[in-house]
């Protein structure tokens, strides 16, 4: 996925001996030898360049651990810092430039040819003389992304995976579509897809992304195609990211896990609650063992979901701090649990992960961690907050009413939608966007409850705390008069001083209705029933805390504004204002679904 940095270091503050003994990162164990521009041959003859890490005074051969990146594998931290961890610990490291970047060979296109480029480059390790031929791999963001590509692949050597942050490696299984994360639920992530691109996508090693970047202007250029070269970027895949819609072949040819993708390979999958794609990270775990080939790959898919941004897990602290709320002591041991993972698989240690949980999540507002077997809970249950309202809910001082009893008496909410006027977005799960102004994380988001175009609607407060672990969807009855249009739904939570703070949230494209790879147009006036993904959460409201849903038609600029016309969008112009409806009562019982846990 987007990334242009990696926080790998786990940083420990003052607290008790104890603790920082348990998280601190393990001491090396050896020395070790770097060998930098060792060239491995791939399949069609093009030599792409890695950097060897040698353990020293380490007699014998090693197990290897190959990580492979876009960024430049000698200077980027994301790559260097595990490096040199896996070294000092024993293992011998291949750092790889993929195909086109860095000091490889070849021509580079956004992961057309890392299924294969992985495959042979494990292939080489698993022969080198100093190696055991046991290889598992590392990495987070783009470096976890090509490890589920290569797992597809089921290379019988590649024994052991850390895909970090890996999400934009699902494409069209489970229906998400989500290649490269360029796409939520058939939506182009546009800032965070722009940002990445102008910045790391280029396809030339010359080029680099322009002095000065005015975000707010390019972001609202038309045609959005033509939006890096408006900024004067450099020939990059973007115009094909957001020209080849998902469903389009281009996607099955990329290798993304489709749902009959078969695997091997035991896998600990980490992602973080604010940064993109945690669900689809969940939905990995998920796969990777229903599609397991052996026994050994279907028993062993295990997850860690922190509560952090993108990458960021391991740089948690004792008061880790993600937009503008402090979520609590987002500390793990996550480097000795790395040592430990690749200790069991690659070294044939067998007590090295004894015990270890399946399932690592944090709980949000709970400030906690827990564990289990299982995602979602065995004991998440759906509850229905039904939506309602007499006066209207438009803006923050309507009565919108989240219930849960079903609204007796039929009624309706009415925005306008003007992409010419978009709700803003704000924090939330994105990454990489090179925009100071576009943020990840949660944020106050009372300021906009002003607006007219957004429907507001909150449960009284709670006398009690209630506890969510679990995806996070609204069942809504929409009309609207024209032949496309977009719902943004966005799950609040109200603190007694009045600050709104966002906790997780989605779109849908009502073109989509059955299905991305069965788009549409709506029939004006017609009324249709809609489930809006409002992704994955482990969050806790407090009581005296309201829960509280935003509906707007917009939310920009994380997601594309939809024209409204039921066209392409990507290379459109011209747009129309929308009329769209909320409907509710006992025949349209539009509702939120929350998946609480006990306390």
């Known amino acids: 996925m987007f990334r242009r940095r990696w926080l790998f270091a786990l940083v420990v503050v003052a607290g008790p001996v104890g603790a920082q003994d348990r998280l601190a990162r393990p001491e090396p164990r050896n020395e070790f030898t770097v060998q930098s521009n060792v060239t491995i041959p791939m399949r069609d003859g093009v030599l792409l360049a890695a950097s060897l890490y040698l353990p020293k005074n380490v007699g014998g051969r090693f197990p290897v651990v190959v990580l492979r990146t876009p960024y430049g594998k000698d200077r980027y931290r994301g790559s260097i810092g595990p490096a040199e961890f896996f070294a000092g610990q024993g293992y011998a490291v ?36 100093w190696s055991t031929g046991k290889v598992g791999t590392f990495g987070c963001s783009y470096l976890g992304e090509v490890q589920v590509l290569l797992a597809g692949a089921r290379h019988p050597n590649h024994l052991a995976a850390v895909p970090q ?3 934009g ?36 090693k010359e080029t680099t992304r322009p002095d000065s970047v005015d975000f707010a202007a390019l972001l609202r250029s038309r045609p959005t195609i033509e939006m890096i070269r408006a ?38 999958h980490v992602n973080s609650w604010l940064d993109y794609g945690a669900e689809q990270t969940l939905a990995l775990f998920d796969l990777f063992k229903r599609n397991a ?12 979901i922190s509560p952090t941004e993108h990458c960021a897990s391991e740089a948690a602290t004792e008061f880790t701090r993600v937009g503008d709320r402090v979520v609590g002591d987002a500390r793990y041991p996550y480097w000795t649990i790395y040592r430990n993972w690749f200790d069991y698989w690659l070294k ?13 999540y944090y709980v949000i507002g709970a400030n906690e961690w827990r564990t289990g077997n299982t995602w979602p809970p065995a004991d998440m249950r759906r509850v229905s907050y039904h939506l309602s309202s007499r006066r209207g809910a438009n803006t923050g001082r309507g009565d919108g009413l989240l219930a849960l009893a079903r609204p007796t008496m039929a009624g309706r909410d009415t925005i306008r939608v003007d992409p010419a006027d978009p709700v803003p977005s704000r924090g939330g799960t994105i990454c990489c966007t090179g925009n100071p102004a576009d ?56 603190d007694p001083s009045g600050r709104a703070w966002n906790v997780v949230d989605g779109i849908f494209r009502l073109r989509f209705r059955n299905g991305i790879a069965a788009p549409a147009p709506a029939e004006p006036g017609k009324l249709y029933r809609v489930e809006v993904s409002l992704k994955s959460i482990a ?20 997601w594309e504004l939809n024209s409204n016309t039921g066209g392409n969008i990507f290379d459109e112009t011209a747009y129309v204002v929308a009329s769209n409806a909320i409907h509710f009562g006992p025949e349209q019982p539009s509702a939120l679904l929350l998946p609480v846990v006990p306390r």
């Open 94 to 129: 291949v750092s790889q430039d993929v195909r086109g970047k860095g000091a490889s060979d070849g021509d580079y296109q956004v992961q057309s040819h890392d299924r294969d480029d992985g495959y042979d480059t494990i292939d080489w390790a698993a022969r080198q003389p």
């Open 165 to 167: 942050a890996a999400a």
């Open 169 to 204: 490696g699902l494409g069209s299984a489970g229906g998400y579509w989500s290649g490269f994360g360029a796409y939520e639920n058939g939506v182009f992530s546009l800032s965070s897809a722009f940002g990445w691109f102008l910045d790391a996508g280029a396809k030339s």
């Open 231 to 268: 900024a004067g970027g450099p020939p990059t895949d973007f115009e094909d990211f957001i020209s080849h819609r998902p469903g389009d072949g281009y996607w099955f040819r990329q290798g993304y896990a489709t749902d009959t993708t078969r695997f091997d390979v035991p896998a600990l």
């Open 293 to 304: 080939v052996s026994p050994r790959a279907r028993d062993n898919q295990f997850v860690i």
């Open 348 to 360: 044939d240690l067998p007590d090295a992960l004894r015990g270890f949980p399946k399932v690592h």
């Open 439 to 494: 943020r990840p994380g949660i944020f106050d988001q009372a300021d906009l409850e002003s607006r007219p175009d957004l429907l507001v609607y909150s449960t009284p407060p709670l006398a009690n705390p209630v506890t969510i672990a679990g995806p996070v969807r609204a069942v809504l009855y929409l009309s609207t008069d024209v032949p496309d249009t977009d719902v943004a739904a966005k799950l609040i939570d109200v």
């Open 539 to 558: 969050y806790r409201f407090g009581a005296g805390h309201r829960i509280r849903l935003h509906l707007a038609g917009s939310s920009f600029p994380q």
